[in-house]
Nanobody, 123 residues
């Protein structure tokens, strides 16, 4: 099995930046895809950014041009650099991953989830 642990959430003012990180761990794991989803109160979970090997990257429409996803395949980590944050970006952000050799849609969501980290953007 795989464990996903997020870090880096917090409170930031509108227009500010924040960086989220997620590390995957487990015995002899091979991670094929990683990414981020988010869920705001009263709303459905939505795509933020995902990356599937070899190099397919997807962004949600609302974050394009403001957020950047990056992966370190050797370390099984994925980061999310968030800039020009808006109050509507306030949500719980979840790390998401798929293991090698499993079936999944490139864009996600993938089978494995982290516990989530809260991001709050104040106006």
């Amino acid at each position: 099995q795989v464990q996903l642990v997020e870090s880096g959430g917090g409170l930031v003012q509108a227009g500010g930046s924040l960086r989220l990180s997620c590390a995957a761990s487990g015995d002899n794991i091979c991670i094929s895809a990683m990414g981020w989803y988010r869920q705001a109160p009263g709303k459905e979970r939505e795509l933020v950014a995902t990356n599937a090997v070899p190099s397919s990257t997807y962004y949600g429409d609302s974050v394009k041009g403001r957020f950047t996803i990056s992966r370190d395949n050797a370390k099984n980590t994925v980061d999310l650099q968030m800039s020009s944050l808006k109050p509507e970006d306030t949500a719980v952000y979840y790390c998401n991953a798929a293991l090698c050799g499993t079936f999944y849609r490139e864009i996600g969501p993938y089978p494995h989830w982290g516990q989530g980290t809260q991001v709050t953007v104040s106006s």
